[in-house]
């Protein structure tokens, strides 16, 4: 069992940065594929940045070169850096997780509000 805790949300300006921080329990983060998951109000969860055990990373269109993905094997730990935030990317995000095994569940943190506002 993982347990993800997400922290680092809150209300910005548009064009100002924010890091997120997903803490995870366990012995085997290393060997987790680690995302950022995002929904607004009335919307739909989206991807928002995947990175992998072995440190390769993907984005969605929406964010890329604003955010990076990254993760610190030795404190379980997974950040996402946002800069030039805009008012559309205002969702709760969410810290996702899942093992090496096909057959692995999905583990998902409680979230954590963004918010980008004047």
């Known amino acids: 069992q993982v347990q993800l805790v997400e922290s680092g949300g809150g209300l910005v300006q548009p064009g100002g940065s924010l890091r997120l921080s997903c803490a995870a329990s366990?012995?085997?983060?290393?060997?987790?594929?680690m995302a950022w998951y995002r929904q607004a109000p009335g919307g739909k969860r989206e991807l928002v940045a995947v990175i992998s055990s072995g440190g390769n990373t993907n984005f969605a269109d929406s964010v890329k070169g604003r955010f990076t993905i990254s993760r610190d094997n030795a404190k379980n730990t997974m950040y996402l850096q946002m800069n030039s935030l805009k008012p559309e990317d205002t969702a709760v995000y969410y810290c996702y997780a899942k093992g090496p095994l096909t057959a692995a569940p999905d583990y998902w943190g409680q979230g954590t509000q963004v918010t980008v506002s004047s």
């Open positions: 366990g012995s085997a983060f290393s060997s987790y594929a």
